[in-house]
């Protein structure tokens, strides 16, 4: 039994899995042409991936004419110039009206203001110009019409502060609604308490000095 192991263990293992290793390693290298081409795309700058020609679709028409493709019609492109030019006009007069309300001048506001409204109330910023032109009215002595003017326009333009504040002094000050005078000066504080400072309203708001005389009586219950 002793003489027949010894030629065995001297003979060479097999290692199958060494050469299937090897197999699959030179199948996975590709070959030096494969080598070099990659190298080359590799190498190239990005301008010249941007640089190659755009492939054709369908009717032959390419990619970069679809960016070109504009979906406006002649007359829809001069309707919006249209309304692009009556937009900046009626900005030019709201900012004129405001102007002239900040230096005081509330009849000159008060025309500007009602121009606004009467030429472009399909305009959604007329509303603001709606504040402005009651606040000129409550100084300029019509102050029912005032009043019905930002009754109306503190729904239009519900939660704008300044409407509701200037609505609450009118209705405290002129219709003894102090109820209702306390309801519109909660919302107005709530979304902005510099309401409740009267130098807020008189130097940067610019109210005319009838509506902060009536927003002092309420505030001090005068």
Known sequence: ???????????????????????????????????????????????????????????????????????????EREASALVSQRVSQAVELLEKGRELQAQGDFGGALQYFSQVIESYKDLAFSEYARVGRALALYEVGDREEAIAEMEDVSISLKGYPEIHAALAAALYEDKHAALLAENQFAIATLLDPHFTDLSYVRDTKHWPPSLVSSLQHFITLS
């Open 1 to 75: 039994m002793g003489a027949c192991r010894a030629p065995i263990c001297h003979l060479p293992l097999w290692k199958p899995k060494t050469r299937i290793q090897n197999s699959q390693s030179k199948a996975s290298t590709p070959p030096p042409i494969f080598r070099n081409r990659r190298l080359f795309l590799f190498s190239l700058p990005l301008s010249s991936f941007l640089l190659l020609p755009v492939p054709s679709f369908g009717d032959g028409s390419s990619s970069y004419a679809a960016t070109m493709f504009d979906p406006l019609t002649a007359s």
